[in-house]
């Protein structure tokens, strides 16, 4: 490194202190307060959004200190190669923001590890490359913006953002942090030339920059779409708004659980629908819920939720570790530890670890992917007491009894135990009834049910994502009785509300963009079940559409290119891309390429007479 | 006068009187003597009218709960209730205020330890002590339930200050729900601040324990098979059975106590006779009988023991009257003078060395009334009467007459009737009050619900048909599962045509109503009697009583004798054939619904362990179809029985708002503003303030 790294250092030590100093009291005010360790995913995401801001205003005032066209000049006027410059102003705000940032992250950890009995997983200490790279990130997108060309800049603001819709979890996500990181960092090399804004002309460095502008440009019409639709909502007009039309989707997902079973089982035109209809009227309608969207994994950096349930009786708080496999007990009274009489809590009567991370719900019980698990305070044991068969993996319960029985759903199949059975003993209950899901996990929507006098009348309603066209809602209502025989009421389809262009939005402006976008959501995240969709083909017409548009896209930058000095390269690539992404494609053209001025031809000089 | 139907003609339209009873059955109000049956019903016709009593007096609940006396006879331990606050109170029987020991709790039952140094705290889900010495030992002293399933059997007699506790083991992973899963109990003897120590452990369920005078452990009563069995315990620890026998809807062979030399046992049940009685079992097998009613109708209903030597005093009979005899002649000489200051009552007792605590009940008269007997003196004193609700005057009520008939095929069988006084009886409209069970009876005591309609011109005919318990096992016996459309209900329809017979009731106004087996009853009425029952107001009612048995052996933990599943009891009650349950499923109102054409008034509870709430619906919607008159209410908190004070009004209002729509009763007061709102909040089926009387509306 040259003296430019260690005077970019020490340019921003004093401030990298005091933010270090005062990240570490904040840190520290919090752990007195409650265990980080153990907060809910939307409290880690609030963190990791202050980390990208922190980092975001620092490479927004580094580069606006130098982007001055005098000091510009002093900057680059050095016998090193710009993207050298660059990288080590930029290494040196890394090195900073990682000690700022990471580090009083490593040493709250490594307290809380040392002197408390509170639960400390090497994930936790992996949250600090995590919070180090999100502020990187931060960093590196606010000098992008001040570099890079005014009308682009800013749209590579959203590759951060694929970050907060990313579904990787654990060393997965820390890769895929890494990988924008080093995106952004690319295009920073790019962008720091001696002339700031100017449209990259080499072919790669152009091809690099546009691809991030042309999933800005798709973004930023969806974003758009989007606040169009919330000032349509706070307007106060938009259909949706009050009653939504009858017999549609959103009806559907809006309705009460009596309304929706009634509207499932159709017509009284028969004897056995008028009695339906009457034990709706007058019966309870039970609603199961999911446990998560999806299940936790082994050494994910964040929880779904706390992962740690109290034992009121013994005052002692149980947190799960994802290194042991076991619950660890914190006594309430003095914060110290606890144990049984096997030592953590695991699962069972050995205390074996649990095979997934075990998330606790309700009272007393914990949730694996494919077990519940009871807690007896006398025997300080988590006996398992429902189990939905492998490879299914559990989704849902009714935390009360539905009558006799309590439910429990996994991504295949609705489950009934007998509910005195799960109340009592400490044995794994068999399961009574089965009842296979009529649809994808990933598109359930809710489970409504009744109790019959032998057996039970149940509502699924699928359709999550329709409304971005990626599902075809439909109702379907099931008989079950006593003895698991099933009765299926005929399938109601279900009209998704508004125009099919609007619920695909995401699709029809650039198929192939789109697909590139989905892609990159799911890069490095393991497969679940619970997130199975089986999206319906999108519809002729706008696959027309999407096919038209890129043709459209085509023709007019064949016509833009024609006015523009590309390279024959360049050219052919620029028209390759408006036919296969479309119109981000072509608008990326116009502004990366702008219309070349046109100078008005000098007056023509005339002698002055004498 | 209405005419009745012929088969009601043709039936022996003989009232029996229980002579010689008759005027034990209630206190007399006025210098007149009833000593027939027709006596009884035309004094009751010349009293003066009832006022019109206000709901609120019908709900009247003793503030006294739980009332105790120390073993000592000196101090009397009780919880008072309060504003809803239930609170631990002490006073010495010698005289001097009342203090208070805790300001509240939620104890439902105190009792003492045998050394009178400790007060037990007994709840739903734990039993506590409290030292009243000042000694230590106060807290926790066992929770029940739980995954030992403790079960408190009671004070132990033996030490100082105990508890006797069964606790139930079963291995780690095995169904405690199946039968074939193997178990251990252990009799726990838990002590304030002790560990417990086991007494003793057995593969069976333990009921009971029995000790000598050394504190040996002497007898055991247990559960095996669906049997009773009384055991000897043997100097070794071992168990020998001496007796055992099948219980049916009472106590067949239950311990209550031994002899201080432990050779002998005390026992109450049937044994091998037909009225339950109390009996000494020796070591040997033999059998004894020790007492047993001197009028050889009644099933013994409670043995009441010496509080300090541990022996049993008093036998008491309530099945028809209420008659207490001593069972040693000190005791007998005791009785005597308390009866002769209380005549007429039922009393019960707590037997202390200085002072015995005697509770007297009344049919006519709500509430339970204390006085504090000095056996030195032989005095009797009121204690306590200024902390119960106001009380009305005894000639405020309709008296309770035992009532006795013989059904269509000559079987004797009991009951009651309140004729409401000052109306003539053969005008008044019927109300048939049907007991829920149906193994169980009404006997002697307090009636909240037919004293109000009595109060409000009902005659009130509550039939213990045959099934009955508390009139011998043959009684029991003689209904062999017949709980359909059958002779149970033949025996509660010729009730009601004898009743009419004799001239009391309008046969034009009759109606039935009742709880559980009693809102079954009155389902089957108004679908298969509706030229007898013009309307019904049943309340948590089985639509099915085969579907309900099969549900309740099934799911519930319900019990027709204690320790004893209902499954293992199915057989001695006529049920045991899965074809005689599927006779009733044939005959239930459920599945004759299209048959009902009377108005019905169905009351369902949404915590309902016996009676599964979705079968009321599933009847009630099935009803809805087919367009009868059926208003429900579902009370989505309560549980089998109405436990607070609106659900309790909600009871009396809707049976006197729908007995004065269909029968002309008097108007209903209009609901209070919260009733008015539970009962529109509750209502899920009939016409929109159909209920509705008076000023207020009610809307669902």
């Known amino acids: 490194m040259s003296d430019l790294f260690f005077a970019e250092l020490r340019r921003f030590r004093s401030w990298a202190l005091a933010a270090a100093v005062l990240h570490l009291t904040v840190l520290g005010f919090l752990t007195r307060m409650v265990d980080l360790a153990q907060q809910p995913l939307v409290v880690y995401r609030a963190f990791g959004a202050v980390y990208f801001a922190i980092g975001l205003l620092l490479g927004l005032y580094q580069m606006g200190s130098y982007r001055r066209p005098n000091t510009w000049l002093q900057l680059l006027h050095r016998p090193v190669p710009p993207w050298r410059i660059a990288l080590e102003l930029a290494t040196a705000c890394l090195v900073l923001l990682a000690a700022a940032i990471g580090g009083p992250i490593l040493i709250t950890a490594g307290g809380q590890e040392l002197w408390t009995a509170r639960v400390v997983d090497f994930r936790h200490f992996l949250l600090a490359p995590a919070a180090s790279l999100l502020a990187g990130c931060g960093y590196l997108a606010g000098a992008y913006t001040l570099l890079a060309g005014r009308r682009w800049g800013i749209l590579v603001l959203v590759l951060p953002a694929l970050l907060a819709v990313s579904t990787a979890g654990g060393v997965g996500a820390l890769v895929m942090q890494l990988l924008v990181l080093l995106a952004l960092g690319g295009l920073v090399l790019i962008a720091f030339e001696p002339e700031r804004g100017r449209t990259p002309r080499r072919p790669l460095a152009l091809a690099a920059t546009a691809l991030p502008v042309m999933v800005g440009v798709l973004i930023t019409f969806r974003f758009a779409g989007f606040l169009f639709e919330m000032g349509w909502i706070l307007a106060g007009s938009h259909p949706l708004n009050s009653t939504p039309p009858p017999g549609g989707y959103v009806e559907a997902t809006r309705a009460d659980g009596k309304a929706l079973l009634a509207a499932g089982i159709g017509p009284a035109d028969d004897e056995l629908r008028r009695q339906l209809h009457a034990e709706v009227r007058l019966s309870e309608v039970h609603a199961l819920g999911r446990l998560y969207e999806r299940e936790p994994r082994r050494n994910e950096l964040t929880n779904p939720a706390p992962m740690e349930f109290d034992d009121a009786e013994r005052r002692v708080r149980w947190v799960f570790s994802h290194d042991s496999g076991r619950f660890h007990g914190v006594r309430l009274t003095d914060g110290g530890a606890h144990l049984t009489d096997h030592g953590d809590l695991g699962a069972g009567a050995d205390g074996t670890p649990f095979p997934t991370p075990a998330l606790p719900f309700g009272d007393g019980l914990v949730a694996t992917t494919s077990t519940v698990y009871q807690y007896d305070s006398v025997s300080q044991r988590l006996w398992p007491r429902l189990a939905v068969p492998a490879p299914e993996v559990l989704a849902g319960a009714a935390l009360a009894p539905v009558g006799d029985h309590v439910a429990v759903f996994s991504d295949r199949a609705l489950y009934f135990y007998d509910a005195r059975e799960f109340g009592l003993g400490q044995h794994l209950v068999p399961a009574r009834l089965r009842l296979p899901m009529p649809g994808p996990a990933g598109e359930l929507v809710r489970i409504d049910l009744i109790e019959r006098l032998d057996g039970y009348l149940v509502s699924f309603l699928y359709g999550a994502g329709a409304l971005d066209g990626r599902a075809r809602p439909f109702q379907e209502v099931v008989l079950v009785d006593g003895q698991g025989a099933v009765q299926v009421l005929p399938r109601r389809e279900l009209p998704v509300d508004g125009p099919a262009a609007w619920h695909h939005l995401q699709f029809w402006p650039s198929p192939v963009l789109n697909a590139l976008a989905e892609g990159a959501e799911t890069l490095f995240a393991a497969p679940s079940p619970l997130l199975a969709t089986a999206p319906p083909p999108r519809p002729v017409a706008l696959r027309l559409l999407a096919l038209g548009l890129c043709l459209l896209s085509l023709v007019l930058a064949f016509l833009r290119s024609r006015r523009l000095p590309l390279s024959p390269a360049a050219r052919w690539g620029w028209l390759a891309a408006c036919g296969l992404f479309g119109l981000p494609a072509l608008v990326t053209l116009f502004l990366l390429h702008p219309a070349p001025e046109r100078w008005a031809p000098a007056p023509a000089a005339t002698p002055a007479l004498a | ?700």
């Open chain 2, 1 to 700: 006068m209405p005419t009745l139907p012929h088969r009601a003609r043709t039936l022996r339209a003989v009232v029996l009187l229980a002579f010689g009873q008759l005027a034990a059955g209630f206190a007399p109000a006025s210098a007149e003597e009833p000593t027939t049956w027709r006596q009884a019903v035309a004094i009751e016709s010349r009293r003066p009218a009832l006022s019109t009593l206000p709901r609120a007096v019908f709900l009247q609940r003793p503030n006294v709960l739980s009332p105790r006396l120390s073993p000592d006879g000196r101090r009397l331990a009780y919880l008072l209730d309060r504003d809803d606050r239930v609170g631990l109170w002490l006073v010495e029987t010698a005289g001097g205020e009342a203090r208070r020991l805790l300001a509240e709790t939620d104890a439902t039952a105190a009792a003492w330890s045998r050394d009178g140094r400790f007060l037990f705290l007994i709840s739903e889900r734990q039993v506590g002590a409290l030292p009243l010495d000042g000694q230590p030992g106060g807290g926790l002293v066992t929770a029940l339930r739980g995954a030992e399933r403790r079960r408190l059997l009671g004070v132990d007699p033996v030490h100082p200050a105990a508890l006797l506790v069964t606790a139930e083991d079963v291995a780690a992973g095995s169904n405690p729900l199946d039968p074939g899963t193997p178990r251990r109990f252990r009799l726990l003897r838990l002590a304030p601040d002790e560990g417990p120590v086991t007494l003793h452990e057995s593969p069976h369920l333990i009921l009971s324990a029995a000790f000598d005078g050394d504190g040996q452990l002497a007898f055991l009563g247990l559960v095996d098979g669906g049997e009773q069995v009384v055991a000897a315990v043997t100097p070794s620890g071992g168990v020998r059975e001496i007796t055992r026998c099948t219980p049916v809807a009472a106590p067949g062979c239950r311990l209550i106590g031994t002899l201080p030399d432990g050779s002998a046992a005390f026992v109450h049940g049937h044994l091998e006779e037909n009225f339950g009685h109390l009996a000494r079992l020796d070591r040997d097998g033999t059998v004894q009988p020790w007492h047993r009613d001197p009028h050889g109708e009644a099933d013994l209903d409670e043995v009441t023991f010496d509080l300090t030597t541990g022996m049993p005093r008093l036998a008491s009979y309530r099945s028809i009257v209420a008659h207490v005899h001593g069972l040693d002649s000190e005791a007998a000489r005791h009785l005597e003078r308390i009866t002769r200051q209380l005549p007429n009552r039922d009393l019960r007792f707590q037997i202390g060395r200085e002072r015995w605590l005697v509770s007297e009940r009344n049919s006519d008269r709500p509430g339970e009334w204390l006085h504090l007997y000095d056996p030195a003196r032989g005095r009797l004193a009121p204690v306590l009467h200024e902390l119960q609700p106001d009380s009305l005057p005894r000639q405020a009520l309709a008296r309770k007459l035992p009532f006795a008939y013989e059904a269509s095929d000559g079987h004797r069988l009991h009951g009651f009737v309140f004729v409401p006084p000052g109306h003539d009886p053969a005008r008044a409209p019927l109300i048939t009050q049907v007991h829920g069970g149906p193994w169980n009876h009404v006997e002697v005591g307090w009636d909240a619900v037919a004293q109000f309609l009595a109060n409000r011109g009902f005659v009130v005919f509550q039939p213990n048909f045959r099934g009955s318990t508390g009139h011998g096992r043959d009684y029991l016996e003689a209904a062999r599962g017949d709980f359909g459309n059958g002779r149970v209900q033949q025996d509660i329809v010729d009730g009601v045509r004898q009743l009419m017979a004799a001239g009391i009731g309008d046969p034009q106004r009759v109606a039935i109503t009742g709880g559980s087996f009693g809102g079954y009853s009155t389902l089957v009425g108004l679908t298969f009697q509706p030229e007898v029952f013009q309307v019904g107001v049943a309340f948590v009612p089985p639509p099915d009583f085969g579907w309900a048995i099969d549900w309740n052996t099934r799911e519930t933990d319900g019990s027709v004798v204690a320790g004893v599943p209902l499954r293992d009891s199915l057989a001695a009650l006529g049920l045991g054939a899965p074809e005689s349950r599927e006779r009733l499923r044939r005959e239930s109102p459920r599945a004759h619904a299209a048959r009902l054409r009377r108005p019905v008034v169905l009351v369902a509870a949404g915590r309902d362990d016996r009676v599964a709430l979705r079968s009321v619906l599933h009847y009630a919607a099935t009803l809805d179809v087919l367009g009868k008159d059926v208003t429900l209410y579902v009370e989505p908190e309560a549980g089998h029985a109405a436990a607070d004070d609106l659900s309790r009004e909600m009871l009396l209002y809707l049976l006197e708002a729908t007995f004065h729509r269909h029968l002309g009763g008097p108007e209903p007061a209009p609901p209070s503003q919260e009733l008015a709102e539970k009962l529109a909040r509750d209502q899920r089926l009939g016409n929109e303030g159909q209920i509705a009387v008076g000023s207020t509306q009610v809307r669902p």
